[in-house]
């Protein structure tokens, strides 16, 4: 049974950080390509970041370049989205997901219950 637990989501300033993480108990990550989409009500949503089966490769939307960081820890069976210069238009819920294939939305098996990252000073 495939179980994705996300937590680390919180209310931040712009400018600041957070680091949501994606635990997998159960199964194991390093065999899939696993993402991060996000949801703001009264928006789309949008497909974030997404590291490929292993980690060998990972894909960010044009709008989280060079500010969004998405890494794996096998030992902790966890995948984390490091998230700087926040920004109120990050406000979303934060799903992770897979699998996951480059930054377009949609097409998973499984998702968590996500976590609430509120971006506003």
């Not at 928006?43 to 970041?49: E, I, P």
């Not at 292993?54 to 500010?67: E, W």
């Not at 819920?93 to 377009?104: H, I, K, L, Q, S």
Request: glycine letters at 14%.
């Amino acid at each position: 049974h495939v179980q994705l637990v996300e937590s680390g989501g919180d209310l931040v300033q712009p400018g600041g950080s957070l680091r949501p993480a994606c635990a997998a108990p159960g199964f194991t990550i390093d065999y899939y390509a696993i993402g991060w989409f996000r949801h703001d009500p009264g928006k789309v949503r949008d497909g974030v970041s997404c590291s490929g089966i292993s980690g060998a490769t990972t894909y960010y939307a044009d709008s989280v370049k060079g500010r969004f960081t998405i890494s794996r820890d096998n030992a902790k069976n966890t995948v984390y989205l490091q998230m700087n210069s926040l920004k109120p238009e990050d406000t979303a819920v934060y799903y992770c997901a897979t699998p996951c294939f480059g930054t377009t939305y949609g097409g998973y098996d499984y998702w968590g219950q996500g976590t609430q990252v509120t971006v506003s000073s």
